[in-house]
């Protein structure tokens, strides 16, 4: 059983590699010459096997078991329907697409074709929220009443994946909510076992636009007078991490000397504040779950690190959660300000691979799907639009300034999809 690569930046890259070593890569669609050799190399992929095109690609028929669609946002959608109709199995990295009704589109064809699609939400195979989802189930505090569900960002890596990057604006690739939080409105509708009822948005580009260039700035850091005084710039955000993400991001050649070359035509070289993004750097959103559950949805590009927090408050205790310290806290209601409250803090196992372990489960489960009918796995396609349509509404919520109700949009999208 073997597999093909369709885009082989770093996210198809970590799935391939376990394919590779559970099964075999057949197959590497690549336009970019350098990826495209890295995977060749890495996978021992023939040559005839190498395509710059999907087009290429597909003209071959099926000639492996499934794809790994880990292309940019909006080649999703084409790509997955043809795969469909050749008959693959995907694992196809999420979003699905930017377009609610093309993930509905995809949902209704791969149903109907019973193929498997499984989105790469990573965060369902990770200890930290599995541990947290066993807790509510349990049902020891009680049913949940609301949530605070947190994700930073990170200010660095705003910076270089929504604001230098591919995902900077939202007509070439999606808006952030979507892009970097359909993650989190499928955790939160997993974790609350309940579609979404109703949602409103706020939020805005506040602080990468060229309002707040320092003066003298330049729209190079390589060229800037000022970029000594800058955390954005590009030789302090590359230089010192060569070899690592997101250096490895920038460019093929990892080395201080290859960065710096690359840095002077690269998008990754742009002032942070002069690049042509429009995507929020923060916004806040409130989602109200059919029963009855209440949660607030901070995403924020202004904090130090890269994790996800959450307090979670139940009928008889309240769950707090740091993904980053791998830390849960479990804490039972006292009766009265000075009795003793019964706590206990869980440190979920640790687990090898990215997401804290979240990549290696996602593989696990794509690989044992295959050539398996009864297999049904943690994040199907059907499970995954759910989070997809709720991430729209978020944004049309935001851009409106109403309240979305969810069942009136998915009647509005079915009507759309029939059209």
């Known amino acids: 059983m073997k597999l093909a690569l369709i885009g082989a930046g770093q996210r198809g890259m970590i799935y391939a590699e376990q394919a590779y070593r559970d099964f075999g890569i057949a197959a590497v669609v690549e336009p970019h010459e350098g990826r495209r050799k890295e995977a060749s190399d890495k996978f021992q992929i023939p040559a005839n096997k190498q395509f710059t095109s999907v087009d290429e690609f597909f003209s071959q028929g099926k000639i492996c078991d499934a794809v790994i669609i880990s292309s940019l946002d909006r080649d999703h959608y084409e790509q997955t329907m043809v795969a469909l109709d050749l008959g693959y199995d995907i694992l196809l990295e999420k979003p699905i697409s930017p377009c609610p009704e093309e993930c509905i589109k995809i949902q209704e064809k791969a149903n109907m074709l019973g193929r498997k699609v499984i989105v790469c939400h990573v965060l369902?195979?990770?200890?930290?929220?599995?541990?947290?989802?066993?807790?509510?189930?349990?049902?020891?505090?009680?049913?949940?009443?609301?949530?605070?569900?947190?994700?930073?960002?990170?200010?660095?890596?705003?910076?270089?994946?929504?604001?230098?990057?591919?995902?900077?604006?939202?007509?070439?690739?999606?808006?952030?909510?979507?892009?970097?939080?359909?993650?989190?409105?499928?955790?939160?509708?997993?974790?609350?076992?309940?579609?979404?009822?109703?949602?409103?948005?706020?939020?805005?580009?506040?602080?990468?636009?060229?309002?707040?260039?320092?003066?003298?700035?330049?729209?190079?850091?390589?060229?800037?007078?000022?970029?000594?005084?800058?955390?954005?710039?590009?030789?302090k955000t590359y230089l010192p991490i060569v070899g690592n993400w997101p250096a490895t991001a920038v460019s093929a050649h990892q080395s201080e000397e290859g960065l710096l070359k690359d840095l002077e035509t690269s998008p990754y070289g742009r002032c942070v504040y002069r690049t042509d993004n429009d995507v929020c750097d923060h916004q806040v959103s409130i989602i109200e779950f059919k029963n009855g559950v209440s949660v607030t949805f901070n995403l924020s590009g202004f904090t130090n690190k890269m994790y996800r927090s959450l307090k979670i408050m139940c009928e008889h205790g309240e769950i707090r959660g740091d993904?980053?310290?791998?830390?849960?806290?479990?804490?039972?209601?006292?009766?009265?300000?000075?009795?003793?409250?019964?706590?206990?803090?869980?440190?979920?196992?640790?687990?090898?691979?990215?997401?804290?372990?979240?990549?290696?489960?996602?593989?696990?489960?794509?690989?044992?799907?295959?050539?398996?009918?009864?297999?049904?796995?943690?994040?199907?396609?059907?499970?995954?639009?759910?989070?997809?349509?709720?991430?729209?509404?978020?944004?049309?919520?935001?851009?409106?300034?109403?309240?979305?109700?969810?069942?009136?949009?998915?009647s509005e999208l079915k009507r759309s999809v029939a059209l």
């Open 124 to 235: 369902r195979y990770t200890n930290f929220f599995s541990e947290i989802k066993k807790i509510i189930d349990s049902n020891e505090l009680g049913k949940v009443v609301t949530i605070q569900h947190n994700e930073n960002i990170g200010n660095y890596h705003m910076a270089h994946s929504f604001v230098r990057g591919n995902w900077r604006r939202s007509d070439i690739s999606s808006p952030i909510i979507m892009q970097k939080s359909c993650h989190d409105m499928d955790i939160l509708a997993w974790l609350v076992n309940s579609e979404a009822k109703r949602i409103s948005s706020y939020g805005d580009l506040t602080y990468f636009k060229e309002a707040n260039a320092p003066e003298g700035s330049a729209e190079r850091c390589l060229d800037c007078q000022v970029a000594a005084e800058c955390r954005f710039d590009v030789r």
């Open 323 to 410: 993904d980053s310290s791998n830390i849960i806290e479990i804490t039972r209601f006292a009766s009265n300000i000075d009795a003793k409250y019964e706590q206990r803090v869980i440190h979920p196992e640790s687990t090898i691979g990215g997401h804290n372990g979240g990549d290696t489960g996602l593989m696990n489960d794509f690989l044992a799907n295959l050539g398996n009918p009864d297999y049904n796995s943690r994040s199907s396609i059907d499970d995954s639009v759910e989070s997809h349509i709720m991430a729209y509404a978020t944004e049309k919520a935001r851009l409106t300034g109403t309240v979305i109700d969810i069942d009136q949009l998915k």
